[in-house]
């Protein structure tokens, strides 16, 4: 049974910083491009950030510089730091794990970044 968990949501002031851990259970986690998705209300869920299964990493441009994404394959999680929050990095975090034509979705963990 494929499991995606998502921890580390919150509330954060602006400015401040969170760190989301996923944990991934029931698939061969290495092989796959693990990333992290939000969507907030009124809009399309997005990519935030990605890593495939050799390291090669992609962020949005809204995160770049901000966010860092990273993959334990030993522990089978994938994490995402995110730094220098504001109110629009305000959404559901879901964790993704995607390989050609398959694709596996957390249950998603809220960030809400407010004063």
């Known amino acids: 049974q494929v499991q995606l968990v998502e921890s580390g949501g919150g509330l954060v002031q602006p400015g401040g910083s969170l760190r989301l851990s996923c944990a991934a259970s029931g698939f061969a986690f290495s092989i796959y491009t693990m990333g992290w998705y939000r969507q907030s209300p009124g809009k399309q869920r997005e990519l935030v950030a990605s890593?495939?299964?050799?390291?090669?990493?992609n962020y949005a441009d809204s995160v770049k510089g901000r966010f860092t994404i990273s993959r334990d394959n030993a522990a089978n999680t994938v994490n995402l730091g995110m730094n220098s929050l504001n109110p629009e990095d305000t959404a559901v975090y879901y964790c993704?794990?995607?390989?050609?034509?398959?694709?596996?979705w957390g249950q998603g963990t809220q960030v809400t970044v407010s004063s």
């Open positions: 890593i495939t299964s050799s390291g090669s990493i």
């Open positions: 993704n794990a995607k390989l050609r034509l398959l694709t596996y």
